[in-house]
Nanobody, 122 residues
């Protein structure tokens, strides 16, 4: 069992940066792939990035590649999403998720946080 809590969202101007954090509770956190997803109003939840259990491999959606960086610190049971050069189209609720597969498919993740709102103004 893993409990996830996101933080760090907010309002930022286009071109700005935010760092999202995901705090995890659960003894087996280190064994899970950690993913970030987002959902804008009226749209389906979409994959943003994921990082494997040891941080050795990462994967990004094309829309954020080169702007966002995912990382994790297993010693602190934390995961992060550094978001630079933000665009208005990045506006969404961002969710942290944990699963056993290295996948971009949301339904393959077992545990989810409650989400944090990111709003990018033009």
């Amino acid at each position: 069992q893993v409990q996830l809590v996101e933080s760090g969202g907010g309002l930022v101007q286009a071109g700005g940066s935010l760092r999202l954090s995901c705090a995890a509770a659960g003894r087996t956190f280190y064994s899970y792939t950690l993913g970030w997803f987002r959902q804008a109003p009226g749209k389906e939840r979409e994959f943003v990035a994921h990082v494997t259990w040891n941080g050795g491999n990462t994967n990004y959606a094309d829309s954020v590649k080169g702007r966002f960086t995912i990382s994790r610190d297993n010693a602190k049971s934390m995961a992060y999403l550094q978001m630079n050069s933000l665009k208005p189209e990045d506006t969404a609720v961002y969710y942290c998720a944990a699963g056993l597969l290295n996948t971009m498919i949301a339904t393959h993740y077992n545990y989810w946080g409650q989400g944090t709102q990111v709003t990018v103004s033009s």
